[in-house]
């Protein structure tokens, strides 16, 4: 299974090569850590399952002496090691750029933000396709749009100040709840795309 994280990082090794510095580009314009690390850390996981999607490549990985979970689990760890890339770059870049330490709650934020991102779609992907979300996206944002023009003008707002709340609390219950919830899902999700491949016919 080390290999097939391994094929992911090298396959994707130009797009990193170009993505890192544009995160740091970022930095330097002072943009939110968060947002630029969550950005960031879901277009590499997205690249990565697009490469695998084809059913020549598909049919190729099945060939080889890896089950089709071990196939699965692969992305799901991966999710981990491209999140980690990311946050490492914001940290060092918040180091150099800005002389701060990034907040571990920044960080939190973070890897929460991408594990239920990748909960949630990886087995929406695996079912189908993910040239699917390419239709659902511009839908949902048209929902969002029509949501805060006429029912909850200030929804932008409420969303800023909840994740201020969030991450000014002092609660570590809180955060114990929100870190146990977000494996939860992220378990769960991995045992149903590992279902869904299961089954599925190229």
């Known amino acids: 299974m080390f290999n097939l994280i391994r094929k992911d990082i090298v396959l994707q090794k130009q797009i990193i090569m170009i993505l ?17 690390g969550y950005l960031f850390s879901t277009i590499m996981i997205m690249v990565a399952f697009s490469i695998d999607e084809k059913s020549e490549i598909n049919i190729l990985l099945n060939s080889l002496p890896y089950t089709r979970k071990q196939i699965v689990s692969s992305k799901y760890i991966g999710v981990f090691i491209f999140t980690f890339l990311v946050v490492f770059t914001i940290f060092i870049g918040n180091l150099i750029i800005h002389k701060e330490i990034t907040p571990w709650k920044d960080i939190l934020f973070i890897f929460s933000l991408v594990m239920v991102f990748t909960a949630l779609i990886l087995p929406f992907s695996y079912k189908f396709k ?72 190229f």
Request: hydrophobic letters at 55%; glycine letters at 0%.
């Open 20 to 36: 890192l510095p544009v995160l740091l580009i970022y930095l330097l314009l002072d943009s939110s850590s968060i947002l630029v």
């Open 130 to 201: 993910s040239q699917y979300l390419l239709i659902a996206s511009p839908v949902l944002f048209v929902i969002y749009m029509v949501v805060v023009t006429f029912f909850i003008k200030n929804l932008n707002d409420k969303i800023r100040e909840f994740v201020q709340a969030l991450l000014t609390s002092q609660n570590s219950q809180l955060y114990w709840l929100i870190v146990l919830s977000v494996v939860a899902i992220y378990v769960c999700s991995w045992f149903l795309s590992i279902r869904i491949y299961r089954k599925k016919v």
